[in-house]
Structures are given as C-alpha cells and as structure tokens.
C-alpha cells in the first residue's frame, strides 16, 4: 500500500493538481469567465465522483472506516480538536471584522490575492450562496483524500513524510493561484495533517477547512464590494 500511496501523491495527484490548475486558469481568464456557479458544480461533482467511489470501495471490503479518520473516538483529543477550530474561527470572523472598518487592511488583502484566486471566489451575494456547498465539498472530499487516505496508505512511512507529501499534493491543486497559493495551501496542508495527527479524527479537520473556505469566501466578497 505505501508503493500505491507513493504512486497517488508523488505522480498521480501532482499530475491531476498541475493539469486542473492549467484547465481553471485558462477558464477563468475567458472574456467574459464562465458562470461561477457552474464551476463550483463542476467542482464539487469531480470530486465526490472521486470520494464516493472510495468510501464505497472501504465499506464494501470491510475495511473499517476509522482507517480513514471517520470516526468521532479518541476521547479529550477529539474534543480539544473541535475547541482548536471554534477557537480559530473565531480569530477569522475577527479579521473579518477587522477589514469592515479598516480600508488599509482590506487594501493590503486585496493586493495579495492572486488575480486568479479573486476571479474564482465569490462576487456577489448570489455567487457566496452557490460557494456554500462548495466550502462544504472540500472540507469532506479534500480531506479524505489528502488527509485519510495518505495515512492509511503511507501508514509504515515516517509521519514527516505522511505529512509532507500529501500537503505537496494539496498545493498542486491550487497552482493556478501562482508559487504564493501553492506555498499558502501545501502550508495549510500541513497544519491539517498535524491537527489530524494530534487528534486520530478527520472530523475537526473537515470542519476547519470547510470555515475556512467560507470565511475566507465571505471576506473576498468584502472586498469586492469595497473596491
């Protein structure tokens, strides 16, 4: 299994992460771009067609889900896992607010998003309601992929490397944001895989991810309504 999850996250992954970010910056730098919420359909139905599959595929050889960190066991460790996440939401609804008074904070945001990242996120109320499900798809989908599954297949590797490599992986995924996304999402790749680790369950690291990409959605609207 360690050769398989060598193969996905070093070849496989890459390749899909390297090709998808070519195929989404071509797509978003259209004139006029696609409708954003037929992207983010197209977004989330790819990748439940690669997770359903899967889970599926455990469930049906008996292989117990847990494996996958889909489990809420683990006692105090989970339970602070979840006190961790509402304790960082909070620090982003604070930046958040922070930027509804501050017109040089939300200056300074503005510039450090890569223009393909602000053509992608949400711009306007309706474009934020159609993200929801999408916030929501890759702190599931995204997870078990770069999270469940490189730990149970890169289990008899070092944990540096479990975490490491499939963070890698993660960041291909968002190449089209530039070196500065790719650097940002492998980083909160890793700080996913220790919450992980830290925890035993998948489920506070859903959760994280999935606020995180709403917040971070909410703010991008933010901005562009002030700009």
């Keep these: 299994m360690t050769a398989l999850g060598l193969i996905l ?81 909070v620090g982003l609804l604070a930046v958040r607010a922070r930027a509804v008074r501050s017109s040089r904070l939300r200056v300074w945001l503005w510039r450090r998003m ?10 306007t109320p309706a474009d934020l309601a159609a993200f929801a499900p999408v916030a929501v798809t890759a702190g599931v989908c995204e997870e078990i992929l770069f999270r469940g599954l490189p730990f149970f297949l890169l289990a008899d590797l070092p944990a540096g490397a479990v975490l490491v490599i499939p963070a890698l992986s993660f960041g291909t995924l968002h190449l089209y944001q530039g070196v500065l996304g790719f650097g940002v999402t492998a980083i909160a790749g890793l700080a996913f895989g220790g919450l992980y ?14 606020l995180y990409n709403w917040e971070v959605a909410r703010l991008h609207l933010l901005l562009v309504d002030t700009q």
């Design 9 to 89: 996250f070093l070849g496989v992954f890459p390749a899909i992460g390297f090709a998808s970010a070519r195929t989404m910056s071509r797509l978003l730098l259209d004139d006029p771009p696609p409708a954003r919420p037929s992207l983010y359909l197209n977004a989330m139905l790819s990748q439940w067609a690669l997770v359903v599959p899967l889970v599926t595929l455990f469930a049906l050889t008996g292989t117990d889900l847990a494996r996958l960190g889909l489990h809420l066991s683990g006692g105090p460790a989970v339970w602070a896992g979840f006190a961790a996440v509402a304790a960082i939401h």
């Design 114 to 123: 890569h223009p393909a990242t602000r053509r992608l996120l949400p711009q």
């Design 197 to 210: 680790l830290a925890t035993g369950s998948l489920l506070p690291v859903m959760l994280l991810h999935g």
